[in-house]
Nanobody, 127 residues
Framework: QVQLVESGGGLVQPGGSLRLSCAAS????????VGWFRQAPGKERELVSC????????YYADSAKGRVTISRDNDKSAVYLEVSSLKPEDTAVYSC????????????????????WGQGTQVTVSS
């Protein structure tokens, strides 16, 4: 079955860090750009970071720069999002997605259309 599964979320204190994982089943994640998104209650979903296929070019939202790192391990068909210096406003459901109909997006992952999604993992930042 073709699917994306996120893991690694949980409850963390402000200033803490998390490593989120996005694992693909049924297809080769390395053939696609991958985006990490988040959606907080009452807010629109927003792109946090993304990484291209093959070239491993990355994009970070302004709010993520300096404290977020995206990486991929194509042998494991996985993409990771490391987030540090977490703030209460980072509380959201974090989801990964791919442009499933667009093979090999090697540049401009922030501009591509993402149409296949995981179910998300909850990140709660609170003391």
């Amino acid at each position: 079955q073709v699917q994306l599964v996120e893991s690694g979320g949980g409850l963390v204190q402000p200033g803490g860090s998390l490593r989120l994982s996005c694992a693909a089943s049924g297809f080769a994640l390395g053939s696609y750009a991958v985006g990490w998104f988040r959606q907080a209650p009452g807010k629109e979903r927003e792109l946090v970071s993304c990484i291209t296929s093959r070239t491993d070019s990355t994009y970070y939202a302004d709010s993520a720069k300096g404290r977020v790192t995206i990486s991929r391990d194509n042998d494991k068909s996985a993409v990771y999002l490391e987030v540090s210096s977490l703030k209460p406003e980072d509380t959201a459901v974090y989801s990964c997605a791919v442009p499933i109909t667009r093979l090999n997006t090697d540049y401009g992952c922030e501009k591509t259309g993402y149409d296949f999604w995981g179910q998300g993992t909850q990140v709660t930042v609170s003391s």
